[in-house]
């Protein structure tokens, strides 16, 4: 094998370990929000418990371009590669680390019963993993169309979350007493907007894959 072989193969490994890195952060945010609709504690629990597989997920792969950028010296599109490849497991990382904090706040909440059904929660969380879903698609084909087609869904997220933080705001003014749940919903409702604001950080970064220049997809 070539020089350039190994370097082809080295790269197809990474991408396949981003996209199995990214199944895994978005398989904890769906699986949050099951234990939030049930509200299942032993499932919260347990997404806190498997945090560890992304986390360590997302240390072999910064190691492994660490260690490509240092015995490739590679320039230009090659460069660029491992660039992304360091910026999406951050954000996919973080993505895992949001899922751990909507079910550390269901924790908190326990069984008391809502003060609201929730269905919009899940609804904008839907949303974002849907995102997360279509930038891995859009990164593994290198798709600049598809990429930047995810700041329409983030701008879906950010409407759904202004309206139901304006909700939680007037329940909690009516009803003081339910602060503490209202507080952990309102947290919960930030931590889905956020994962959706990474998943088009990724976008972003697919596009500088691709075009070589950075564009912002949230301005």
Not at 75 to 84: E, F, G, H, Q
Not at 144 to 172: C, R, W
Request: charged letters at 30%.
């Amino acid at each position: 094998m070539s020089v350039r072989e190994n370097f082809d193969a080295q790269l197809k490994e990474l991408k396949d370990e981003l996209l199995e890195l990214g199944n895994l952060a978005q398989n904890a945010l769906k699986q949050s929000i099951i234990a939030l609709k049930n509200q299942d504690v032993e499932k919260a629990l347990q997404i806190i418990e498997n945090d560890y597989k992304i986390n360590n997920l997302e240390s072999d792969i910064n190691d492994k371009v660490i260690l490509m950028i240092a015995k490739q010296q590679p320039v230009a599109t090659d460069l660029r590669r491992l660039i992304v490849a360091l910026k999406i497991s951050t954000d996919l990382e973080r993505i895992g680390d949001l899922a751990v904090n909507i079910a550390k706040s269901i924790i908190r909440i326990g069984e008391e019963p809502f003060v609201k059904p929730i269905e919009e929660i899940p609804k904008m969380a839907e949303t974002a993993r849907g995102m997360i879903k279509d930038v891995l698609q859009a990164f593994y084909d290198e798709d600049v169309v598809a990429a930047k087609n995810i700041a329409d869904s983030d701008d879906e997220v950010d409407q759904k979350y202004g309206k139901l933080i304006k909700e939680l705001l007037e329940i909690v003014t009516n009803n003081p007493e339910w602060i503490a749940q209202i507080t952990q919903l309102t947290f919960i409702c930030r931590f889905i907007e956020r994962a959706a604001d990474h998943a088009t950080n990724i976008s972003e970064s697919v596009i500088y894959l691709v075009k070589g220049k950075y564009y912002d997809l949230n301005s």
